[in-house]
């Protein structure tokens, strides 16, 4: 049974994020302020910058020692959203699948981690993997998850009486997709 925490207020405030540029033209993103760790190495550059809205599933169970409970991750399910507010794709998993409006998608694996605003999932660095079709998602070598908000562990117990249970938050994150320059 999965319990979804409704954070209204998120969801808006994320949407209205992409909607306040709407007409004006959007700046290149630039990871000058993020920590090195999740920089993207030099000889790449932008190819699509996303807003990332949905939640993040996570599931009580016995830790690998046995030795209590834990939230443990399952995967995330959110749709990407263009600047301008124009979904363009989506993300889901597992394992973490990034899919473009236009059928290409592709995965990755994790290089780095940052720490982020306290609440949220750390800033993240992804090696991406060869895209499956042709479209967004091909020739895209990294994918940054940056401006992290929401998406961690439940705060609510996870004990044996909660096994299996599954919970879903709600979180927002950046989706910077790179290619070689």
């Known amino acids: 049974m999965i319990i979804k925490t409704t954070l209204a ?32 190495p030099a000889g790449h550059k932008v190819a699509m910058e996303t807003v990332g809205v949905g939640q993040i599933t996570y599931e009580c169970r016995a830790k690998k020692d046995m030795a209590g409970h834990e939230w443990v991750f399952v995967g995330p399910d959110a749709q990407l959203m263009d600047r301008m507010g124009q979904q363009v794709g989506k993300y889901h998993g597992p394992p973490a699948t990034w899919e473009s409006n236009d059928g290409s998608k592709l995965t990755g694996a994790q290089v780095a981690v940052a720490p982020a605003v306290a609440g949220s999932l750390p800033l993240q660095l992804v090696k991406a993997n060869t895209a499956m079709g042709t479209g967004a998602m091909q020739g895209v070598t990294y994918i940054q998850r940056v401006a992290t908000r929401g998406g961690v562990a439940p705060a609510m117990t996870c004990d044996a009486a909660s096994m299996g249970r599954q919970q879903a938050v709600q979180y927002q994150a950046d989706y910077i997709f790179w290619k070689a320059a």
């Open 9 to 40: 207020a998120t969801a808006a405030l994320a949407l209205s994020a992409c909607a306040s540029g709407m007409g004006a033209p959007t700046m290149t993103f630039s990871q000058a302020s993020l920590p090195a760790a999740v920089q993207v």
